[in-house]
């Protein structure tokens, strides 16, 4: 019975090794399909680019400098400033036209006391006048009031004779009575040329209050042209010291637009017409500046737009136009060259990295596929083709390569779809699975 158990159980185990070999066997002639991305081979030109590093450096440079030196009164701008052409930078009081300043002013002073001067004999001269014009309606009131001298003759009355002849009158009282008669006479002459005196006094006194009266008038008007000479004397000396105090104050400006580079001076500082107070420079447009082999130096070509790519800004693209190609070398043995960039958005800053994106080569004509199509193995080249689900080795002669890009001879067409990803798993006529891309 032992026996039997024993060999039972041998059968058994050769058994189950045989159904495992079985299951070997099938699992191993089931046929492995791999992923892969697929892209088209094209026909046409691969362009080689070559990249030369620049920096970036200020579009224009300009000096900041006074035009007249002395003390620097106002500082209107700070370093890092942007200024546009003409704006202001500060304010310079010049020395020497302060003195010539006062001096001004002094003549100012002096003209106005000259006027104030004449404006007082000008009134002076006007109450002299209004006096004498006072005195003239005074005189000839009087004289008005006076009125014509009359004529006064007394004479003694006849009766008196007769009185005397008969007797009614002696001969004391006939000759009182006449001497009565010879006084009132002559005191009536004297009246008489008493008021011819007066007549000819007030017509004397209206004579000369006329003329008081036109001297009068003769003194005012001297003193209203002294009044007018002294504000035209004025008005000059204003004049002049306004002149002066523009030479005095003068103001610094802004040559050109750009950034406030460098600031050489303070407020209260002495600044001179010979020394800049400030450097502005232009990043608007904005230069790069770079130094090439003599071999380098042919793939630039003046006033000619090129690529360029930004270091600094996560190599952002853009366009730079060259402007300036040295014939000599520098210190190094290198040739200068520059390029312009508007920098409209001012985000390049001088000493920024920059690339010039050069074409340096061009293969024409030829098939061209993604330059990880192509697999090296034992210093051979291939692609793999696709064709119904299946990859076919395509050796392959690698004329340019570029990053993404390689261009090739091989017995491909147009429009074959090669292997870009999971080529380096493939073997020769391997099932593929297309997970992504042309078919």
Same mark, same amino acid.
């Given at each position: 019975?032992?026996?039997?158990?024993?060999?039972?159980?041998?059968?058994?185990?050769?058994?189950?090794?045989?159904?495992?070999?079985?299951?070997?066997?099938?699992?191993?002639?089931?046929?492995?399909?791999?992923?892969?991305?697929?892209?088209?081979?094209?026909?046409?030109?691969?362009?080689?680019?070559?990249?030369?590093?620049?920096?970036?450096?200020?579009?224009?440079?300009?000096?900041?400098?006074?035009?007249?030196?002395?003390?620097?009164?106002?500082?209107?701008?700070?370093?890092?400033?942007?200024?546009?052409?003409?704006?202001?930078?500060?304010?310079?009081?010049?020395?020497?036209?302060?003195?010539?300043?006062?001096?001004?002013?002094?003549? =100012?002073? *002096? !003209? +106005?006391? %000259? /006027?104030?001067?004449?404006? @007082?004999?000008? $009134?002076?001269?006007?109450? #002299?006048?209004? &006096?004498?014009?006072?005195?003239?309606?005074?005189?000839?009131?009087?004289?008005?009031?006076?009125?014509?001298?009359?004529?006064?003759?007394?004479?003694?009355?006849?009766?008196?004779?007769?009185?005397?002849?008969?007797?009614?009158?002696?001969?004391?009282?006939?000759?009182?009575?006449?001497?009565?008669?010879?006084?009132?006479?002559?005191?009536?002459?004297?009246?008489?040329?008493?008021?011819?005196?007066?007549?000819?006094?007030?017509?004397?006194?209206?004579?000369?209050?006329?003329?008081?009266?036109?001297?009068?008038?003769?003194?005012?008007?001297?003193?209203?042209?002294?009044?007018?000479?002294?504000?035209?004397? =004025?008005? *000059? !000396? +204003?004049? %002049? /010291?306004?002149?002066?105090? @523009?030479?005095? $104050?003068?103001?610094?400006? #802004?040559?050109? &637009?750009?950034?406030?580079?460098?600031?050489?001076?303070?407020?209260?500082?002495?600044?001179?017409?010979?020394?800049?107070?400030?450097?502005?420079?232009?990043?608007?447009?904005?230069?790069?500046?770079?130094?090439?082999?003599?071999?380098?130096?042919?793939?630039?070509?003046?006033?000619?737009?090129?690529?360029?790519?930004?270091?600094?800004?996560?190599?952002?693209?853009?366009?730079?136009?060259?402007?300036?190609?040295?014939?000599?070398?520098?210190?190094?043995?290198?040739?200068?060259?520059?390029?312009?960039?508007?920098?409209?958005?001012?985000?390049?800053?001088?000493?920024?990295?920059?690339?010039?994106?050069?074409?340096?080569?061009?293969?024409?004509?030829? /098939?061209?596929?993604?330059?990880?199509?192509?697999?090296?193995?034992?210093?051979?080249?291939?692609?793999?083709?696709?064709?119904?689900?299946?990859?076919?080795?395509?050796?392959?002669?690698?004329?340019?390569?570029?990053?993404?890009?390689?261009?090739?001879?091989?017995?491909?067409?147009?429009?074959?779809?090669?292997?870009?990803?999971?080529?380096?798993?493939?073997?020769?006529?391997?099932?593929?699975?297309?997970?992504?891309?042309?078919?």
């Amino acid at each position: 019975m032992r026996r039997l158990s024993i060999l039972s159980m041998l059968i058994l185990t050769v058994l189950i090794m045989a159904a495992c070999s079985e299951d070997t066997t099938s699992d191993s002639t089931e046929e492995q399909v791999t992923p892969v991305e697929l892209a088209s081979v094209i026909k046409g030109d691969l362009v080689l680019e070559k990249d030369v590093i620049g920096r970036t450096i200020p579009g224009s440079q300009s000096a900041v400098v006074p035009t007249t030196p002395g003390e620097l009164v106002k500082l209107a701008v700070s370093k890092g400033d942007v200024v546009e052409k003409g704006d202001l930078i500060g304010r310079v009081r010049s020395s020497q036209a302060a003195d010539q300043v006062e001096i001004q002013q002094v003549s =100012v002073k *002096q !003209a +106005n006391q %000259q /006027l104030e001067s004449a404006k @007082s004999q000008r $009134s002076a001269a006007q109450d #002299a006048l209004n &006096s004498a014009e006072d005195n003239l309606a005074s005189a000839r009131n009087q004289a008005s009031s006076t009125g014509d001298i009359p004529s006064v003759t007394i004479e003694a009355p006849e009766q008196l004779d007769e009185l005397y002849e008969n007797g009614t009158l002696s001969e004391e009282q006939y000759h009182e009575a006449k001497q009565q008669f010879e006084e009132a006479e002559q005191q009536a002459n004297e009246f008489q040329s008493s008021l011819s005196s007066l007549l000819s006094s007030s017509q004397a006194t209206v004579a000369q209050a006329e003329q008081a009266v036109q001297q009068a008038e003769s003194q005012v008007n001297s003193a209203q042209s002294a009044v007018d000479q002294a504000e035209l004397g =004025v008005e *000059q !000396a +204003n004049t %002049q /010291l306004n002149q002066t105090e @523009s030479q005095v $104050s003068t103001t610094i400006t #802004a040559p050109t &637009s750009g950034e406030i580079a460098s600031l050489e001076v303070t407020e209260g500082a002495m600044v001179s017409n010979a020394q800049p107070v400030a450097t502005i420079v232009s990043l608007q447009p904005i230069k790069v500046q770079a130094s090439v082999t003599s071999n380098e130096l042919n793939l630039f070509q003046l006033d000619k737009e090129i690529l360029v790519t930004l270091d600094s800004l996560d190599e952002q693209e853009g366009k730079a136009t060259i402007s300036y190609i040295s014939n000599v070398t520098n210190d190094t043995g290198l040739y200068p060259v520059e390029a312009t960039i508007s920098n409209k958005d001012r985000t390049l800053k001088a000493g920024m990295m920059v690339s010039f994106i050069l074409p340096e080569k061009v293969v024409a004509d030829k /098939l061209i596929v993604p330059t990880a199509a192509v697999v090296e193995e034992k210093g051979e080249s291939f692609v793999y083709v696709v064709n119904e689900e299946k990859a076919t080795q395509v050796p392959v002669t690698v004329i340019e390569a570029q990053s993404d890009q390689t261009a090739i001879d091989a017995e491909l067409n147009e429009g074959d779809q090669v292997v870009v990803k999971g080529q380096l798993t493939l073997t020769d006529g391997n099932k593929v699975k297309v997970m992504k891309g042309e078919q």
